[in-house]
């Protein structure tokens, strides 16, 4: 069955805007006078404004794997090792990739629906004519932003849900704080946790770009407002797991698994 031909050139003309987009970012990155206070404002709402979120589902993802864990290695008599198998279970994948579902579904949407809005109300325009660079205020700050707060709010869920692992160890057995600390932390190495804090800064990254592109990209009328901030959530979560697989092909080839 051929796949037609408007989705083949849909997909590869999308792919050329996304490219674009991208590199005129990059351009704009290393122009002078850099917008600061909109920066931080930025970093303020992403990474502030996201934390409780982050924080409720990464204590829950951690009680619950552990609960869940349980079971099977208590069938092999192998309960001792729960905390060290769920502390690299947690740092090494699920955690980043749960955060950065969340902030593609909370900040990605929300980017999205917010320059989209922007557009379809010509306040781009408008800044554009009164000598305000759009993209340098817009886009780059808000791209920078997620790309340095979602390693941030990962490791505060590494360490949340790390804890939620405490409390669900401790709900059928007894592990004292320290020597579940002690386990987790002998269970770890250099190649569970760098990697998967370098990979977070590729994740904000696409975050950031897929929300601004499709918000600033966004058509007229507030259908197209809905459809940006939407489309924004479904190609940054696809993008998440597409950096996440890349991302384990590398580490494995390194020897650092």
């Keep these: 069955m051929k796949v037609p031909n408007v989705f083949n050139n849909k997909f590869l003309t999308e792919t050329g805007s996304i490219s674009r987009f991208t590199a005129r970012f990059f351009r704009e990155l290393f122009k002078r006078r850099q917008e600061w206070e909109e920066f931080l404002r930025q970093c303020y709402w ?21 609960i869940q864990s349980r079971p099977t290695l208590v069938e092999f008599g192998a309960e001792a ?7 690299v279970s947690l740092i090494r994948e699920i955690s980043p990739v749960i955060t950065a579902l969340i902030c593609a579904g909370k900040i990605g ?11 379809v109300t010509e306040q781009i325009d408008a800044m ?6 759009p993209f340098k205020y817009l886009i780059v700050t808000r791209v920078l932003a997620t790309t340095l707060m979602l390693p941030v709010l990962s490791s505060l869920s590494n360490a949340v849900s790390l804890y939620g692992g405490y409390l ?11 020597l579940y600390w002690t386990q987790v932390f002998d269970a770890l190495s250099f190649g569970d946790v760098v990697p998967a804090i ?22 007229k009328g507030t259908e197209g407002v809905g459809r940006s ?23 494995d080839l390194l020897g650092l698994t």
């Design 46 to 66: 992403v990474g502030y404004k996201s934390l409780p979120l982050v924080a409720i589902t990464a204590f829950i993802m951690g009680l619950v794997m552990t």
């Design 81 to 87: 090792l729960l905390p060290a198998m769920v502390s």
């Design 109 to 119: 949407s929300g980017m999205g629906a917010e320059l989209g809005s922007m557009k």
């Design 128 to 133: 554009d004519v009164s000598g305000t660079n």
């Design 168 to 178: 669900g160890v401790n709900i059928r057995g007894q592990v004292s704080w320290h």
């Design 198 to 219: 370098i990979k977070t800064f590729f994740f904000g990254f696409a975050i950031g770009i897929i929300g601004c592109y499709m918000g600033y990209n966004s058509k």
């Design 229 to 251: 901030a939407n489309s924004a959530v479904v190609v940054a979560s696809l993008l998440v797991f597409i950096l996440d697989l890349i991302a384990v092909q590398i580490t």
